[in-house]
């Protein structure tokens, strides 16, 4: 059976990514072999990837093909990936130890990265994807603050309804976002993350009845950078991990409830 990702004995956790947003890199096709043949020391699984975008119009969300190109290097597993293209790296995982070890993944990968010279930064960002999986007879809320979901009680049936709450918070140097979304059954990955391409996670794969209510809690911590800084990974290190520790603790202290956490076996 997987394990959950996370230091948790139950963690929620279904899904984390991490990006450096560049202006744009024109001659990344030059620095590419060189950078393919040092992480293929450790994502030895390499995919030419096809770029879009998310267009929302009114009630209709489409995907619009893009130029440029980026390509997905993977661990033997498929379960850690990064992502390489003309406007930054990306590293994303459905297998997680802890944010440590994550974050020190990163740091390994932009060394890499920083071998092209003159890289200016405009945005830095941190994802955390929760599937909430209720027990038979509990609602998300019991798991998360209730102040995040957004019922105005017209369900006929307390678990038969669907709903989602946009919440952002001005941070030190950026913005927090929260989207909880309530639902039921098998719960998805947003779809601004596109297909994923890596190994479901643990919750990814749960059984689920269709009638259960469930939730996604979607975390999003993020600095822009106006004028934009050339990079520096001290400062692009330390300020991940600043990004990470404002996650955890908006988690810990604000979001879930103390049932979720003896459920989930907080450490």
Same mark, same amino acid.
């Given at each position: /059976?997987?394990?959950?990702?996370?230091?948790?004995?139950?963690?929620?956790?279904?899904?984390?990514?991490?990006?450096?947003?560049?202006?744009?890199? %024109?001659?990344?096709?030059?620095? *590419?072999?060189?950078?393919?043949?040092?992480?293929?020391?450790?994502?030895?699984?390499?995919?030419? /990837?096809?770029?879009? +975008?998310?267009?929302?119009?009114?009630?209709?969300?489409?995907?619009? *093909?893009?130029?440029?190109?980026?390509?997905?290097?993977? %661990?033997?597993?498929? &379960?850690?990936?990064?992502?390489?293209?003309?406007?930054?790296?990306?590293?994303? !995982?459905?297998?997680?130890?802890?944010?440590?070890?994550?974050? =020190?993944?990163?740091?390994?990968?932009?060394?890499?990265?920083?071998?092209?010279?003159?890289?200016?930064?405009?945005?830095?960002?941190? +994802?955390?994807?929760?599937?909430?999986?209720? &027990?038979?007879?509990?609602?998300?809320? =019991?798991?998360?603050?209730?102040?995040?979901?957004?019922?105005?009680?017209?369900?006929?049936?307390?678990?038969?309804? %669907?709903?989602?709450?946009?919440?952002?918070?001005? /941070?030190?140097?950026?913005?927090?976002?929260?989207?909880? #979304? +309530?639902?039921?059954?098998?719960?998805?990955?947003?779809?601004?993350?596109?297909?994923?391409?890596?190994?479901?996670?643990?919750? #990814?794969?749960?059984?689920?009845?269709?009638? *259960?209510?469930?939730?996604?809690?979607?975390?999003? +911590?993020?600095?822009?950078? %106006?004028?934009?800084?050339?990079?520096?990974?001290?400062?692009?290190?330390?300020?991940?991990?600043? #990004?990470?520790?404002?996650?955890?603790?908006?988690? &810990?202290?604000?979001?879930?409830?103390?049932?979720? &956490?003896?459920?989930?076996? !907080?450490?």
């Amino acid at each position: /059976m997987d394990k959950p990702l996370g230091a948790w004995v139950k963690a929620p956790l279904a899904y984390v990514l991490a990006e450096v947003k560049t202006e744009a890199l %024109s001659d990344i096709n030059d620095y *590419q072999p060189s950078i393919a043949k040092q992480l293929r020391q450790d994502y030895p699984i390499q995919r030419k /990837m096809h770029l879009s +975008r998310l267009v929302a119009t009114g009630t209709q969300i489409m995907f619009e *093909q893009e130029n440029g190109s980026a390509w997905e290097f993977a %661990s033997p597993e498929n &379960k850690v990936a990064v992502i390489l293209r003309s406007n930054g790296v990306v590293l994303h !995982a459905t297998s997680y130890t802890n944010s440590e070890a994550f974050l =020190d993944r990163l740091d390994r990968i932009l060394k890499v990265f920083s071998e092209i010279p003159s890289i200016y930064v405009n945005r830095l960002g941190i +994802r955390y994807i929760d599937f909430i999986l209720p &027990k038979k007879g509990e609602t998300p809320e =019991d798991y998360i603050n209730a102040k995040l979901n957004p019922d105005l009680g017209l369900s006929i049936k307390k678990e038969g309804y %669907s709903a989602t709450n946009i919440a952002s918070y001005p /941070m030190e140097n950026g913005m927090l976002n929260i989207r909880y #979304m +309530r639902g039921r059954g098998q719960p998805s990955l947003p779809p601004d993350l596109g297909l994923l391409t890596l190994e479901p996670s643990h919750h #990814m794969k749960s059984a689920v009845s269709e009638t *259960q209510p469930t939730a996604i809690l979607d975390t999003d +911590r993020f600095i822009e950078f %106006s004028p934009v800084e050339k990079l520096d990974l001290a400062k692009v290190s330390g300020l991940f991990t600043t #990004m990470r520790g404002d996650v955890s603790r908006s988690f &810990k202290e604000y979001v879930i409830t103390e049932h979720a &956490k003896n459920e989930w076996g !907080a450490s």
